[in-house]
T-cell receptor, first 113, second 111 residues
Framework: DARVTQTPRDKVTEMGQEVTMRCQPI?????VFWYRQTMMQGLELLAY????????DSGMPKDRFSAEMPDATLATLKIQPSEPRDSAVYFC???????????FGDGTRLSIL | KQEVTQIPAALSVPEGENLVLNCSFT??????LQWFRQDPGKGLTSLLL?????REQTSGRLNASLDKSSGRSTLYIAASQPGDSATYLC??????????FGKGTKLSVKP
């Protein structure tokens, strides 16, 4: 079965450090989403791309977060500098077309000490 | 601003029971609505996707309905099984690609 792959699975680091999360979307999917999930806020959309172009990143704190797609097989989400309030599970999802089913990775569990 | 609410937050039922999960949204101008299942420590698995022009979708023991005018969707699970225990989330998609999730209903099916 094709699946979305996220690395690392878990990340623990100290505040102020740079964090990079990676996502390999399903081959052939042209839409990639980044979400953050916390107990308090639930699942929030941070950014999404279509055909590697950013379409919406309004959910992302611009001063410290950045999302890119260097190529069709890799999406990255960076936090610099990281803060304890960034602790959450970050999910990547991919899909094809507009309004189609999203396929989720297993997430990166991030803890900022 | 679109808001998505799922009630109840948690539900416990005995095995074999039929049940309904609810999802409500404030803006009826939606593109589609999707129901997901999330197991502990895992990502989300898509169960059913309903386009705005559709009224319902079915897959096995699951049936999802959509009533845009009233801002509601329901997920019906027939003959529940312990393996159905998970958190169920609905996601409302807007025409601009904005995607809003509810906070989910945690379902526990007791043997």
């Amino acid at each position: 079965d094709a699946r979305v792959t996220q690395t690392p699975r878990d990340k623990v680091t100290e505040m102020g450090q740079e964090v990079t999360m990676r996502c390999q979307p399903i081959l052939g999917h042209n839409t990639v989403f980044w979400y953050r999930q916390t107990m308090m806020q639930g699942l929030e959309l941070l950014a999404y791309f279509r055909n590697r172009a950013p379409l919406d990143d309004s959910g992302m704190p611009k001063d410290r977060f950045s999302a890119e797609m260097p190529d069709a097989t890799l999406a990255t989400l960076k936090i610099q500098p990281s803060e304890p309030r960034d602790s959450a599970v970050y999910f990547c999802a991919s899909g094809s077309g507009t309004g189609g089913t999203q396929h989720f990775g297993d997430g990166t569990r991030l803890s900022i000490l | 601003k679109q808001e998505v609410t799922q009630i109840p937050a948690a539900l416990s039922v005995p095995e074999g029971e039929n049940l309904v999960l609810n999802c409500s949204f404030t803006d009826s101008a939606i593109y589609n609505l999707q129901w997901f299942r999330q197991d502990p420590g895992k990502g989300l698995t898509s169960l059913l996707l309903i386009q705005s022009s559709q009224r319902e979708q079915t897959s096995g023991r699951l049936n999802a309905s959509l009533d845009k005018s009233s801002g509601r969707s329901t997920l019906y699970i027939a003959a529940s099984q312990p393996g159905d225990s998970a958190t169920y989330l609905c996601d409302v998609g807007g025409s601009q690609g904005n995607l809003i999730f509810g906070k989910g209903t945690k379902l526990s099916v007791k043997p």
